[in-house]
């Protein structure tokens, strides 16, 4: 996404192919397509940008602090 750390937006499906997404088992476009096959849902995808992706390196503050509000948002749309 190339913004500060922690930045929180949704990402089309159609998006997905510019970002280096892994489930590391199968792309998520895949798993998308998947889902919209077999459920009656809509699939949104929530992108938070991360600080630093080094192997071994802990969440950031930012994206925790991020993480919170996407959940807190979905806990409130869904009760």
């Known amino acids: 996404m190339k913004k500060e750390p922690g930045y929180i937006r949704t990402v089309k499906k159609e998006e997905i192919a510019n970002y280096n997404l892994s489930t590391h088992a199968m792309p998520v476009s895949f798993l998308i397509k998947f889902m919209e096959a077999t ?5 949104i995808l929530i992108g938070i ?19 919170g509000i996407v959940v807190n948002t979905l806990f409130k749309l869904i009760n």
């Open 49 to 67: 940008q991360p600080k630093k992706m080094n192997l071994g390196e802990g969440i950031s503050k930012e994206v925790e602090k991020s993480i």
């Open 39 to 43: 459920i009656d849902a809509n699939i």
